[in-house]
């Protein structure tokens, strides 16, 4: 599998993979997102990670990007000049669906939210992805009662393709998720 780009820079943002020096930034911005996402994100009722734990965390992340899986980046507002400021969220392409496809999930701190950042850098990601040999489509699931991730999908042209049963691992979960999806010949950038 081809390994995904370490970075991605979009007009106001720069998609990074997470770095071991990153560890107090990443738990800052989790630690004043959490009751934002505790809800919808099942490892959000795991934090606070200590940071030994969180440090370990992030190098496991970037040993499976370098080998061709998954790859979990932060999102981090580019400054004045175009270069990377502060941290706002997190996204990641995720080999979980099977061949021909990537799922792309996400998350911001909720002083970043309705201000287009996570349609911006899931643009960015799904065009990446479908760039990528064997990547023929890209999905995003979410809990069929989180109408913000719901947004996104819709605005980027995704088409719904399913609701399924699903776990309920996080606290707002109702048991189903929506599956959205966009194959490389419908993609519009």
Do not use: C
């Not at 899986?69 to 099977?98: C, K, M, P, S, W």
């Not at 023929?136 to 995704?158: K, M, Y």
């Not at 088409?159 to 993609?187: C, E, F």
Request: no cysteine.
């Amino acid at each position: 599998m081809a390994r995904l780009p370490h970075q991605i820079t979009t007009e106001r943002l720069t998609l990074r993979s997470w770095l071991g020096d990153d560890v107090p930034v990443i738990r800052d911005v989790v630690l004043r997102s959490l009751d934002h996402i505790k809800p919808w994100m099942d490892w959000a009722g795991l934090e606070p990670f200590p940071d030994d734990e969180r440090r370990l965390l992030i190098e496991s992340w970037e040993q499976h990007r370098l080998a061709g899986n998954d790859a979990v980046y932060g999102i981090f507002l580019n400054n004045t000049n175009g270069e990377q400021g502060a941290a706002i969220g997190g996204t990641g392409v995720h080999r979980r669906i099977g061949p021909g496809g990537v799922e792309i999930g996400y998350w911001l701190a909720p002083d970043a939210t309705g201000q287009g950042y996570i349609t911006e850098s899931t643009r960015a990601l799904t065009t990446m992805a479908l760039a990528q040999p064997g990547i023929d489509h890209v999905e995003i699931h979410h809990d069929p009662d989180n109408v913000a991730s719901a947004a996104v999908p819709r605005r980027l042209g995704f088409r719904l393709i399913a609701n399924r049963p699903s776990p309920k691992t996080a606290p707002a979960h109702t048991g189903s998720q929506d599956i959205w999806q966009v194959r490389r010949q419908q993609w519009v950038a």
